[in-house]
Nanobody, 115 residues
Framework: VQLQACGGGLVQAGGSLRLSCATSGKINGVNVRGWYRQAPGKERELVAIIMNNGITNYGDSVKGRFTISRDIRKNTVYLQMNNLKPEDTAVYFC??????????WGQGTQVTVSS
């Protein structure tokens, strides 16, 4: 089973990107899907998560600009990123957490925002 993230790229400040994370294969017991990011020299941080009941949570720095969503039939989670800022530059990772405490991570996709 793999999580495959895509959609990253280079964008100017104020622009938008949409990241996708598709799951190849089935993961049983997933209860939270999320996006994290890691900038050079910094720790990995929460961007957004979405629970099975649809409740979402966002990191303070992206609230009001980013939106997480999921398509259950396509087994895909998305991250719509608007009004991007240079400080959003990072490698973005998707993950799935299960109700038996196992965490699956995708390979990461680079997002670069130029000023």
């Amino acid at each position: 089973v793999q999580l495959q993230a895509c959609g990253g790229g280079l964008v100017q400040a104020g622009g938008s990107l949409r990241l996708s994370c598709a799951t190849s294969g089935k993961i049983n017991g997933v209860n939270v899907r999320g996006w994290y990011r890691q900038a050079p020299g910094k720790e990995r941080e929460l961007v957004a998560i979405i629970m099975n009941n649809g409740i979402t949570n966002y990191g303070d720095s992206v609230k009001g600009r980013f939106t997480i969503s999921r398509d259950i039939r396509k087994n895909t989670v998305y991250l719509q990123m608007n009004n991007l800022k240079p400080e959003d530059t990072a490698v973005y990772f998707c993950n799935h957490k299960t109700n038996y405490e196992k965490v699956f991570w995708g390979q990461g996709t680079q997002v670069t925002v130029s000023s």
